[in-house]
């Protein structure tokens, strides 16, 4: 009985470091076939990373304090990463009304446009996937990594 709970127990683990596999280089696959298909609509000066950055700006309420918590990097590279993006005509700084030290950040109609680019380019991207699992499958599968998913940005809010 305990031979086939220790085979049960590393079958399981062996399930879990393949998911992992599968997810991380499905999310690197995703990643980079946005970012081409983006790059393809004309936004060729952004960055995987700027993706992340516009998620967070989008929700509303973003300094580049609350930028570096998003993706966990830190408050110097999140500045860096503003000043490129302000730069680039992509997101503008406006006055904060609690707190003269920080700025409000905000996506500029180039910054929108590109995170439109940015959608089409996710829905063209996994439009594969849900033919080869069935509309079905697909929307199941949706449902079940929902669940997973921490809370947060992810994309753009509308």
């Keep these: 009985m305990d031979k086939i709970l220790?085979?049960?127990d590393k079958q399981l683990d062996e399930l879990a470091?393949?998911?992992s596999a599968v997810?991380?280089?499905?999310?690197?696959?995703l990643v980079q076939e946005i970012h081409a298909r983006v790059s393809q609509q004309g936004f060729e000066?952004?960055?995987?990373?700027?993706?992340?950055?516009f998620a967070r700006i989008s929700v509303g309420d973003a300094t580049t304090a609350t930028l570096a918590e998003h993706p966990?990097?830190?408050?110097?590279?999140?500045a860096q990463l503003v000043e490129e993006l302000v730069r680039k005509g992509y997101v503008a700084r406006h006055p904060h009304p609690h707190d003269a030290r920080a700025r409000l950040l905000r996506l500029t109609e180039a910054g929108w446009a590109a995170t439109r680019?940015?959608?089409?380019a996710a829905r063209a991207?996994?439009?594969?996937?849900?033919?080869?699992?069935?509309e079905a499958r697909f929307g199941e599968l949706v449902a079940d990594?929902?669940?997973?998913?921490p809370p947060g940005p992810i994309r753009p809010a509308w």
């Design 6 to 8: 220790v085979h049960e």
């Design 125 to 134: 991207a996994v439009a594969t996937w849900q033919e080869t699992l069935g």
């Design 23 to 29: 997810v991380l280089a499905l999310s690197g696959h």
């Design 45 to 53: 000066d952004l960055r995987p990373a700027h993706g992340f950055v």
């Design 17 to 19: 470091l393949a998911f």
């Design 117 to 120: 680019a940015a959608d089409q």
């Design 145 to 149: 990594l929902t669940r997973l998913t």
């Design 72 to 78: 966990g990097v830190t408050k110097q590279a999140a």
